[in-house]
């Protein structure tokens, strides 16, 4: 979605002045839109469910997708509560891919997320929990 650009190009611009201070290594960050990975209203055999975690399909592509990225830092959108990013997080670790340094924080919308998993020691928190930004009239 549109309006989570910022917050995502804002969090992508931290992790990169953070890793930039780590020893000259070869660093992947990633940043990754992962389309409503929460329990929301669904299509479940053509009719409205609610409640419904993302499709175990669409998980699997998105854990195979980023596996084969293996990214060192992954900055994630549009994930639901922290249970949602601890879920991918287990996932890509069963997968081949460790990412047990985490930070959850919530962007403008109240439903849909922010995250962060990475192999590096996170050594300053400094999320912003309380974010406010203008799109047009809104």
């Not at 070869?26 to 975690?53: A, D």
């Not at 195979?64 to 601890?86: H, N, R, S, W």
């Amino acid at each position: 979605m549109k309006r989570f650009l910022s917050i995502q190009t804002a969090l992508s611009a931290l992790m990169l002045a953070t890793l930039a201070a780590v020893e000259r290594e070869s660093i992947t960050f990633c940043s990754y839109n992962l389309e409503n990975y929460l329990s929301m209203e669904r299509f479940v055999k053509g009719s409205r469910e609610p409640e419904q975690p993302k499709p175990q399909k669409q998980i699997a592509a998105i854990i195979k997708f980023l596996t084969q990225i293996k990214p060192d830092t992954l900055g994630v959108c549009e994930i639901g509560q922290e249970a949602d990013l601890m879920d991918l997080q287990r996932r890509l670790k069963e997968a081949g891919l460790d990412l047990p340094n985490f930070e959850y924080c919530h962007g403008g919308d109240p439903t849909r997320r922010l995250g962060l998993l990475t192999r590096l020691p996170i050594v300053s928190r400094q999320s912003v929990m309380d974010l406010k930004y203008k799109i047009g009239d809104q």
